[in-house]
T-cell receptor
Framework: DAGVIQSPRHEVTEMGQEVTLRCKPISGHDYLFWYRQTMMRGLELLIYFNNNVPIDDSGMPEDRFSAKMPNASFSTLKIQPSEPRDSAVYFC????????????FGDGTRLSIL | QKEVEQNSGPLSVPEGAIASLNCTYSDRGSQSFFWYRQYSGKSPELIMFIYSNGDKEDGRFTAQLNKASQYVSLLIRDSQPSDSATYLC??????????FGAGTRLTVKP
């Protein structure tokens, strides 16, 4: 079975540019999560969706960040405008709705804002 | 108080020894508990989960849960250099609302 698929794997862009990260969850999973990981702050939950509906976006750091899930197989995390402090590894994860299921992570997008 | 706390380490053990990793959590209503391993530059991968008080064994790994003390641990027996990684404790507070600890970095020395 295909795991969680994220793209791009690496992104380098200049400050002020718009950045779009993409995620395809595991088929049949009803929950999708976006995380950010840095050395200083560890793994932070940004937002999560259940059945394509955002449930908790309290981790989204600023209005510059937005996330959408237009259908069950695709989600985007957008940063506009980007800033150097947004540099981090962004992970997408998905899980099944039944019971307390573990989350399965994608390979992540390593984002560098110059 | 952080929701999920772990000693950041680094924890260093010799090859063949038992590595003990600890985690405490603040939400008494938490329902399930997970240990993830993350190699440098890689994504977290699930290695163990536990739902009930007591011990759960899987190969060289044992997860221990004490809900009264709000404490979860992971024991790695016969530690190998390939076990060197960061171990993340994760707590599901319900409705798949998962919170992660900062991770403990483990080094197993040959």
């Amino acid at each position: 079975d295909a795991g969680v698929i994220q793209s791009p794997r690496h992104e380098v862009t200049e400050m002020g540019q718009e950045v779009t990260l993409r995620c395809k969850p595991i088929s049949g999973h009803d929950y999708l999560f976006w995380y950010r990981q840095t050395m200083m702050r560890g793994l932070e939950l940004l937002i999560y969706f259940n059945n394509n509906v955002p449930i908790d976006d309290s981790g989204m750091p600023e209005d510059r960040f937005s996330a959408k899930m237009p259908n069950a197989s695709f989600s985007t995390l957008k940063i506009q405008p980007s800033e150097p402090r947004d540099s981090a590894v962004y992970f997408c994860a998905s899980s099944h709705r039944v019971g307390n299921q573990p989350q399965h992570f994608g390979d992540g997008t390593r984002l560098s804002i110059l | 108080q952080k929701e999920v706390e772990q000693n950041s380490g680094p924890l260093s053990v010799p090859e063949g020894a038992i590595a003990s990793l600890n985690c405490t959590y603040s939400d008494r209503g938490s329902q399930s508990f997970f240990w993830y391993r993350q190699y440098s530059g890689k994504s977290p991968e699930l290695i163990m989960f536990i739902y009930s008080n007591g011990d759960k064994e899987d190969g060289r790994f044992t997860a221990q849960l004490n809900k009264a003390s709000q404490y979860v641990s992971l024991l790695i027996r016969d530690s190998q250099p390939s076990d060197s990684a960061t171990y993340l404790c994760a707590v599901n507070r319900g409705n798949n609302d998962m919170r992660f600890g900062a991770g403990t970095r483990l080094t197993v020395k040959p």
